[in-house]
């Protein structure tokens, strides 16, 4: 199922935002932690939003999973996600600092495949604003949610 078509199951279920937002999750964080995800300040974010209004999607080529196709990243949590190891860093750096945007990103990863499939894209969603971000985010943690999305 394409992100998008998820997305469009949230709304036509007919959650109750204040309950949803109510009935999330407390470990969160937790959850966003054991993804690898660092969460960016707010200003961050806004200012990143304020620029372009986008948020992005991973599509694991290898791994397909609807829910973790969800979740929405700025592409300043993309770049934090896909940031070189230490390794790495000594030799690609520079070019990892000229990234400007998620095609930058793309190129980058498929450079950095030599040659080999790159099993990761990206799938662009438009935002209104940081509190969208954030509400579609914490709906696919709520407990009420997953369950609804796991049974249909």
Same mark, same amino acid.
């Given at each position: 199922m394409?992100?998008?078509d &998820?997305?469009?199951?949230v709304?036509?279920?007919? @959650?109750?935002? !204040?309950?949803?937002?109510?009935?999330i999750? +407390?470990s969160?964080?937790?959850i966003?932690?054991?993804?690898?995800r660092?969460?960016i300040?707010e !200003?961050?974010?806004?200012e990143? &939003?304020?620029?372009? %209004?986008? +948020?992005?999607?991973?599509?694991?080529?290898n =791994?397909?999973?609807a829910?973790s196709?969800?979740?929405?990243?700025? @592409?300043k949590? /993309?770049?934090?996600?896909?940031?070189?190891?230490e390794?790495?860093?000594?030799?690609?750096? =520079?070019e990892w600092e000229k990234l400007?945007?998620?095609d930058?990103?793309?190129?980058? /990863?498929?450079?950095s495949?030599?040659? %080999? +499939?790159?099993p990761?894209?990206?799938?662009?969603? =438009?935002?209104e604003? &940081? !509190?969208q971000?954030?509400? %579609?985010?914490?709906?696919l943690?709520?407990n009420? &949610?997953?369950?609804?999305?796991?049974n249909?």
């Open positions: 394409r992100t998008l &998820l997305l469009n199951k709304v036509k279920l007919g @959650f109750d935002r !204040e309950k949803a937002l109510a009935d999750d +407390a969160l964080d937790e966003i932690g054991a993804e690898n660092k969460p300040t !200003e961050e974010i806004s990143e &939003l304020a620029n372009d %209004m986008k +948020a992005y999607t991973i599509i694991d080529k =791994e397909r999973n829910q196709e969800c979740v929405l990243y700025t @592409f949590e /993309l770049k934090e996600l896909f940031k070189p190891e390794e790495e860093a000594v030799t690609n750096w =520079e400007q945007d998620v930058d990103l793309q190129a980058y /990863l498929i450079k495949y030599d040659g %080999m +499939a790159c990761y894209s990206f799938e662009t969603v =438009e935002v604003s &940081l !509190e971000l954030q509400r %579609m985010n914490e709906y943690y709520s009420e &949610l997953k369950e609804e999305l796991l249909n």
